[in-house]
């Protein structure tokens, strides 16, 4: 099941880079294009930063969809206990959404001052509504990450903290426990279950 999950993970993870920097380079295309630079009448707006708005929200698309399937990979997966399940799968679909209100300020600020002039109130209140919603989103991750600190710490180390003997001994050991959630046997000295993470009683 491990490396189903890390094929996927890596899969979606190379899907979404190579998409998203596709749509960049045409989006950067769209701008320096013959014909990009020609105004669009009674605003100050040329049609390639009007196209490059739109493939900008397109970028913003792909990576919240790919963000959505990674986090329903990572809660479905058998890794860990429930508790780390579920913090990896907030916690990237909350850097995602970051990393989308990042992108789409960008191209919504283009967009919003070709219609006003100078120091406007709109984008007085356009901008503090991207702080606050950042803002928001990173204090959540934070809380998230840190509350479940403790169950994420002993993960990593039951599963990277030994050395290659110890690994290869675990098969020879007599004293066995048996993991209530998958029903595997367990070395007796065993945290978590190797098999699907669940936390073993001492």
């Known amino acids: 099941m491990a490396d189903t999950l890390s094929e996927t993970l ?73 508790e780390i399940r579920e913090t990896a799968s907030r916690a990237v679909l909350l850097l995602a959404a970051f990393i989308a209100l990042f992108l789409f300020y960008g191209d919504l600020t283009t967009i919003v001052n070709g219609f006003v002039e100078g120091d406007s109130p709109l984008l007085f209140a356009l901008d503090v509504t991207f702080l606050l919603g950042s ?41 066995e426990a048996t993991c209530p959630d998958c029903q595997s046997q367990q070395p007796d000295s065993a945290a978590y279950c190797g098999n699907c993470g669940t936390k073993l009683t001492s």
């Open 10 to 82: 890596v899969r979606s993870s190379l899907k979404l880079t190579l998409g998203v920097i596709g749509l960049l380079v045409f989006r950067q295309l769209l701008v320096v294009a013959p014909g990009g630079d020609r105004a669009l009448g009674g605003v100050d707006l040329t049609l390639g930063s009007v196209m490059a708005a739109v493939v900008g929200a397109l970028v913003v698309g792909v990576l919240l969809y790919y963000a959505w399937s990674v986090s329903t990979t990572l809660r479905d997966s058998s890794m860990g206990t429930v």
């Open 135 to 175: 803002l928001g989103v990173l204090v959540t991750l934070g809380y998230i990450v840190f509350s479940n600190f403790d169950p994420l710490v002993d993960f990593l180390l039951d599963r990277f903290d030994r050395t290659p003997a110890e690994s290869a001994s675990e098969d020879d050991d007599t004293t």
